[in-house]
């Protein structure tokens, strides 16, 4: 076994594909030195489906509850932190909706986010910009996407000046839902929340990078995602390690 | 932070800690020389409500089905080694039931445990065995507990003399509905599961010692577990990483 998880602050540097991915237009003094996160913080997910993934919404306010997490990365992930840094004292929080783009973000964003204060705020949205463009439901483009989800993070950063933000990176897998129609336009969309990121200087999460070597590696894409874009339990806890390689190394619990 | 999780099959011999407790009593030549786990092998998790953990009881033949795991530890181990060893076509299935004791596992273990013919089996179950006794709806005493889980494992050996036994220990924080008066017959029960796991040269993951050493290492129980009986997100994940490090090193994919 190559791959090792911890939440150890050092892991970060030894894992080179991932910090060489994430890290490298970060400016130390905006991220790594000033967004420590602090017992007490809250943590809040923010998405579409995936992040979702059928989470109670009666229980929504419930930090940290079972049910309120959903069953996918957002809730494997809350148990890695919890479990390990239990001296933290984290408030996590899902607030995902299926179906959702950017602008369903946008429209809810006071209520779901800025209200809730989050310290760590953790988005993954993209994949209803295009499928339901492609479904002829939505005619967003790359440019109002990545125009929305700049907006979106400015807003953000005007209220929430210290909150360390998070910018996962949209992916599909080529199997299921996924064909040629998808391409280049969803490239262009992922390369779009990369720019995003850099503008505003927030972590980012390669994900598309992350499936497209556990493929590459041998595996079927269908083991990850059947669909092409919800993942498998393992696909969520691909994705659920390789964000805590990446965010733990801001934990200073 | 000290704690690592690592499927290594090496880590399990590093971590002197939880290795003492479980293999200190395993003939090495009945279980780590013959019984390590080929690709294609299909786990089970079997138990009460804590295994269970909101399952859904329509996905239950669907092998390593996000719902169908539940939400608990079964579905947190899942994750972790379906995620880090894709090549293994591991089949996972969690068939917990809320409410049940050893008796009820035994009624329905045809069906829910020997058809499906599991190469790794997980079980824990014991402490509805004593809670249904103190609300007065069971007449089951340490020594009926210890005889019906020895009844159950020596059947299993039997028609499945190849598959590796996992036997969990019981456990309880004190806390929610925890009181004195589950002791010493809690404890003695306890005692029963390690007896049984020893006369039957099973593997055994000391869950009570987990939650021990994490609540003396200055974490409230609750946080572990509310009520004292079902974990917390932080619990089952604590136990997902516990039983990771004794099980993986059984692992030959």
């Avoid at 339901?132 to 967003?140: A, D, I, M, R, T």
């Avoid at 919800?230 to 390690?241: Q, R, Y």
């Amino acid at each position: 076994m190559k791959s090792e998880f911890s939440l150890n602050r050092r892991s970060i540097l030894k894992n080179s594909i991932v910090s060489g991915a994430c890290l490298s237009f970060l400016s130390k003094t905006s991220v790594a030195n000033t967004k420590k996160i602090a017992k007490g913080s809250t943590v809040l997910f923010q998405g579409d489906s995936i992040t979702d993934a059928g989470r109670d919404r009666r229980a929504e306010n419930r930090a940290n509850h079972s049910g309120m997490l959903g069953r996918g990365y957002p809730h494997a992930i809350a148990g890695q932190i919890l479990s390990k840094l239990p001296q933290g004292k984290l408030k996590i929080y899902n607030r995902g909706i299926s179906g959702n783009k950017v602008p369903d973000l946008a429209a809810r964003w006071e209520k779901d986010c800025l209200n809730l204060k989050p310290n760590i705020l953790s988005i993954l949205i993209g994949v209803n910009d295009i499928w339901h463009k492609l479904n002829g439901n939505y005619k967003g483009t790359v440019q109002d996407y990545e125009m929305q989800y700049s907006e979106l993070i400015k807003r953000t950063k005007e209220k929430l000046p210290n909150t360390l933000i998070i910018i996962c990176e949209p992916f599909v897998l080529r199997c299921g839902a996924i064909n040629d129609a998808w391409f280049p336009d969803f490239d262009e969309r992922r390369a779009a929340s990369k720019k995003v990121s850099k503008k505003f200087e927030t972590l980012f999460v390669p994900f598309q990078k992350m499936f497209d070597d556990a493929v590459a590696s041998g595996t079927e894409p269908e083991y990850w995602a059947g669909d092409g874009v919800h993942p498998s339990v393992a696909g969520h806890a691909l994705m659920a390690n390789t964000w805590i390689n990446i965010v733990s190394n801001y934990f200073d619990l």
